[in-house]
T-cell receptor, first 116, second 112 residues
Framework: EAGVAQSPRYKIIEKRQSVAFWCNPISGHATLYWYQQILGQGPKLLIQFQNNGVVDDSQLPKDRFSAERLKGVDSTLKIQPAKLEDSAVYLC??????????????FGDGTRLSIL | QQQVKQSPQSLIVQKGGISIINCAYENTAFDYFPWYQQFPGKGPALLIAIRPDVSEKKEGRFTISFNKSAKQFSLHIMDSQPGDSATYFCAASKGSARQLTFGSGTQLTVLP
């Protein structure tokens, strides 16, 4: 089974520029997550989708971050404009289960974002 | 607010030794406790998980011990190997959405 695919692997931009990340989850996985992992910390959930609907985006800085999941499959996460504190690894994960399910989350290898 | 506290931040163990990583949680609504392993440049991967209705779960060299009254759980890696060198994260989830709250991670180094 193919894993969660993310691109690009690395991105370097200057502050106030915009950037977008792409995620292709495991086929058939209903739930998709975006996490932010700052160096030396655990992943922090930004947004959770179930199919193409948002389950929770309470920790997404909506003034600069946006995300969508078209047709309940691929997803994009955008930052506009970027700030220095956005430097992190952005991880995408997917799981087969929906609500009330403890199906494991499968993570991609992330996009490492550096803000200059 | 950090809801899952993990210690130690780093751990060095000799090959063949036992590695022990501890986590404590505050929210009694958590009802699922997984451990993830992360290698440099890779995403976290599920290692083992436990529900609070059992006190221990073992899979191969990996064991989770769970103390519901103390709101603590720990990961034990028996016969630690250099290939186990990685960062380990405990996590907890609750509610219908099953979102994971991660600890801050433990960087394990197993010396050959």
């Amino acid at each position: 089974e193919a894993g969660v695919a993310q691109s690009p692997r690395y991105k370097i931009i200057e502050k106030r520029q915009s950037v977008a990340f792409w995620c292709n989850p495991i086929s058939g996985h209903a739930t998709l997550y975006w996490y932010q992992q700052i160096l030396g910390q655990g992943p922090k959930l930004l947004i959770q989708f179930q199919n193409n609907g948002v389950v929770d985006d309470s920790q997404l800085p909506k003034d600069r971050f946006s995300a969508e999941r078209l047709k309940g499959v691929d997803s994009t996460l955008k930052i506009q404009p970027a700030k220095l504190e956005d430097s992190a690894v952005y991880l995408c994960a997917s799981s087969f289960g929906t609500t009330y399910s403890n199906q494991p989350q499968h993570f991609g290898d992330g996009t490492r974002l550096s803000i200059l | 607010q950090q809801q899952v506290k993990q210690s130690p931040q780093s751990l060095i163990v000799q090959k063949g030794g036992i590695s022990i990583i501890n986590c404590a949680y505050e929210n009694t609504a958590f009802d699922y406790f997984p451990w993830y392993q992360q290698f440099p440049g890779k995403g976290p991967a599920l290692l083992i998980a436990i529900r609070p209705d059992v006190s221990e779960k073992k899979e191969g060299r990996f064991t989770i011990s769970f103390n519901k009254s103390a709101k603590q759980f720990s990961l034990h890696i028996m016969d630690s190997q250099p290939g186990d060198s990685a960062t380990y994260f405990c996590a907890a989830s609750k509610g219908s959405a099953r979102q994971l709250t991660f600890g801050s991670g433990t960087q394990l180094t197993v010396l050959p």
